[in-house]
């Protein structure tokens, strides 16, 4: 999938580098990186993915989603820039497989009683079906 097609409903701040390059996966964990994956670097409570931009480009990265631009880039990587890495994140991975949820069929039980009865007949029902 084309990184622009990832991006088509991402506030995008800026992007240095093609838009066009092919993308083969998407991982906020720098360790399971392959070649051709967009890096999604998140800033966490304990450590920030961007720390690990360079090793996530080291094992194959071709793109980096970041809210902060490395002042060191390397030749051939497309950087793209968001106010949010937490809020894009959600959608460039839902986007990149097909937005599974979008076939998922829901179905919700509320009240005060009978709830796992209720739960457990329909889940019965539907394994059967």
Same mark, same amino acid.
């Given at each position: 999938?084309?990184?622009?097609?990832?991006?088509? +409903?991402?506030?995008? *701040?800026?992007?240095?580098?093609?838009?066009? #390059?092919?993308?083969?996966? #998407?991982?906020? +964990?720098?360790?399971?990186?392959?070649?051709?994956?967009?890096?999604?670097?998140?800033?966490?409570?304990?450590? +920030?993915?961007?720390?690990?931009?360079?090793?996530?480009?080291?094992?194959?990265?071709?793109?980096?989603?970041?809210?902060?631009?490395?002042?060191?880039?390397?030749?051939?990587?497309?950087?793209?820039? #968001?106010?949010?890495?937490?809020?894009?994140?959600?959608?460039?991975?839902?986007?990149?497989?097909?937005?599974?949820?979008?076939?998922?069929?829901?179905?919700? *039980?509320?009240?005060?009683?009978?709830?796992?009865?209720?739960?457990?007949?329909?889940?019965?029902?539907?394994?059967?079906?």
């Amino acid at each position: 999938m084309k990184l622009k097609e990832l991006l088509k +409903d991402i506030p995008v *701040v800026d992007i240095i580098g093609s838009d066009e #390059v092919e993308i083969t996966g #998407v991982n906020i +964990d720098s360790r399971r990186i392959k070649e051709g994956h967009f890096f999604v670097a998140m800033k966490g409570t304990q450590v +920030d993915g961007h720390k690990f931009i360079s090793k996530a480009i080291e094992l194959g990265a071709k793109a980096v989603l970041c809210e902060d631009m490395p002042a060191d880039k390397t030749e051939g990587v497309t950087y793209v820039q #968001v106010a949010s890495t937490e809020d894009a994140v959600g959608k460039v991975a839902t986007t990149f497989h097909g937005n599974p949820s979008a076939k998922l069929k829901l179905v919700g *039980v509320t009240g005060t009683n009978g709830k796992t009865t209720i739960a457990t007949l329909l889940y019965n029902m539907f394994t059967k079906m």
